[in-house]
């Protein structure tokens, strides 16, 4: 059983970075199609950036490209950089983890960016 944590996320001025971690435990991210998505009030919940399991390929929203950048730390952390941070990004943002068998999610971590 993978457990998924979030940290890093809390209140920034626009324009400001913020850094967001996952931290996994029961079992290794190795094999897993691993990413962070997003959920804003009254919006539905939006994949913002995802790494293959292969580690091949990654994928970012359009709303998030050049400003977002994902990353992997050996077999047990995922990053979400987050820089030049807009209003429109503020949401509760969530790791995923996921393979043909299994589907995990953290508990997830609130970005608010606000003057």
């Known amino acids: 059983q993978l457990q998924l944590v979030e940290f890093g996320g809390g209140l920034v001025q626009p324009g400001g970075s913020l850094r967001l971690s996952c931290a996994a435990s029961g079992s290794s991210l190795e094999h897993y199609a691993i990413g962070w998505f997003r959920q804003a009030p009254g919006k539905e919940r939006e994949a913002v950036s995802c790494i293959s399991s292969s580690r091949g390929s990654t994928y970012y929203a359009d709303s998030v490209k050049g400003r977002f950048t994902i990353s992997t730390n050996a077999k047990k952390t995922v990053y979400l950089q987050m820089n030049s941070l807009k209003s429109e990004d503020t949401a509760v943002y969530y790791c995923?983890?996921?393979?043909?068998?299994?589907?995990?999610w953290g508990q997830g971590t609130q970005v608010t960016v606000s003057s």
């Open positions: 995923n983890a996921r393979n043909w068998l299994h589907n995990y």
